[in-house]
């Protein structure tokens, strides 16, 4: 079966396990999901994630983080993916979107790789939108 839209998928499976109180979550891998789970490791929203072959193909297997408490809250609160196949969204260095006020984080596909936002505003240059991440 073919996905129109692997990375909302990706973004799907993470804030459902995270829903369920799962600990671990196995996505197909791809090099530039494998860019974002990056991003979110170094933001603090996931503990880690690493490259596995299972059945035969490459699959991303993510360790979700949870505040510790004793109901299981994960520290992603929300995804929203802004550019989509049907509607991307472009943004220069100056436009470079906050989210919630800097509480939140974006991230952008740029000539220099896939970046955070605080990222692109220390390099200078804007890209697509990919998603808000808070």
């Not at 799962?22 to 197909?28: A, N, R, S």
């Not at 196949?85 to 472009?90: C, D, F, I, M, N």
């Not at 509480?103 to 692109?120: M, N």
């Amino acid at each position: 079966m073919s996905m129109t839209d692997p990375i909302s998928d990706l973004f799907v499976r993470i804030l459902n396990a995270g829903a369920r109180g799962h600990e671990k979550v196995i996505i197909p891998a791809s090099r530039v999901k494998a860019e974002i789970l990056k991003i979110f490791k170094a933001e603090g929203f996931i503990k880690q994630y690493q490259s596995i072959t299972g059945d035969g193909h490459e699959v991303l297997e993510v360790e979700l983080r949870y505040f510790p408490t004793r109901q299981k809250k994960s520290y992603i609160t929300g995804i929203k993916r802004i550019s989509k196949p049907g509607r991307r969204v472009y943004v220069g260095k100056k436009d470079i979107p906050r989210v919630m006020n800097g509480l939140g984080v974006a991230i952008l596909t740029t000539p220099s790789g896939v970046l955070s936002d605080h990222s692109s505003r220390q390099q200078g240059v804007g890209g697509e939108v990919l998603c808000h991440i808070w």
